[in-house]
């Protein structure tokens, strides 16, 4: 008697591999039920799953031999593997492999305007509006979040505070460094700016949070500095 095939929509959930992700989670599925979400569909009575097992035995179950298969060689040895399938198997092993080798993640850590002005000048540096954002710190000065509190127009950024201090709530933040830029280039803080500046460290000493400086970015070409930081003029209140 022939075995009868099932399509995958017939298996139980426990044997789909995208329902047992779902379920069980990532690390619950098999090298072959990953290769068989990638190639999507098997070939003929053949599922996803079976074509997929084949797939690898073909490379001696090792995915590092499957990833040094061409896109040919896998076209010419499975049928039911089109361009497609074969391309989204490999993407898949060197997307692996760059994840190996990729050099691991610097924290950043904000102990000094540089820093602050390093961390933030992505977001804020030569940009033709003024914008307001906060550098989240916990105790070791290690930067938890950048949040951007407000945008403006060329001169003026209104910013609320409620804003700052709910997303320090969230985050668990102990420290903050405050950073807005000056589209005009010049980097003399405004009475706007101290009077901001003064606020914020008053409702910070509420939630016993420190604030550490404030930095108005300019651009690269500004010398000496392309930042003033108040922590560095004296003028944190």
């Known amino acids: 008697m022939s075995k009868i095939k099932l399509s995958v929509k017939q298996w139980s959930d ?3 591999p ?5 379920q069980k989670g990532i690390k619950s599925v098999s090298d072959a039920e990953l290769i068989a979400i990638l190639i999507g569909s098997g070939c003929g009575d ?3 799953v079976e074509l997929a097992k084949r797939i690898l035995n073909g490379a001696n179950n090792k995915l590092s031999q499957l990833a040094a298969t061409s896109i040919d060689e896998l076209m010419k040895s499975y049928k039911g593997v089109g361009a497609a399938k074969a391309i989204s198997i490999l993407a898949a092993m060197e997307l692996g ?3 190996c080798h990729e050099d691991p993640e610097k924290i950043e850590v904000a102990s000094m305007s540089q ?5 933030i000048y992505s977001k804020i540096g030569n940009i033709a509006h003024e914008e307001f954002w906060v550098i989240h710190l916990n105790n070791a000065n290690k930067i938890l979040y950048k949040q951007h509190v407000a945008s403006g127009g060329l001169t003026r950024t209104a910013v609320d505070i409620r804003i700052i ?5 969230e985050k668990g933040s102990t420290g903050l460094i405050l950073a807005h830029n000056h589209p005009s280039g010049r980097l003399h803080p405004s009475a706007e700016d101290i009077n901001l500046t003064k606020t914020v460290k008053n409702a910070a000493n509420i939630f016993d949070i420190r604030v550490l400086d404030h930095i108005i970015v300019g651009n690269e070409s500004i010398a000496p500095l392309p930042y003033y930081s108040f922590a560095d003029d004296g003028m944190m209140p």
Do not use: H, S
Request: glycine residues 0%.
């Open 115 to 119: 820093d602050a002005y390093k961390a």
């Open 46 to 48: 053949e599922n996803a």
């Open 18 to 22: 995208r329902e047992k992700i779902l």
């Open 165 to 169: 201090f709910k997303a320090a709530m």
């Open 14 to 16: 426990d044997d789909k």
């Open 97 to 99: 492999y760059r994840a």
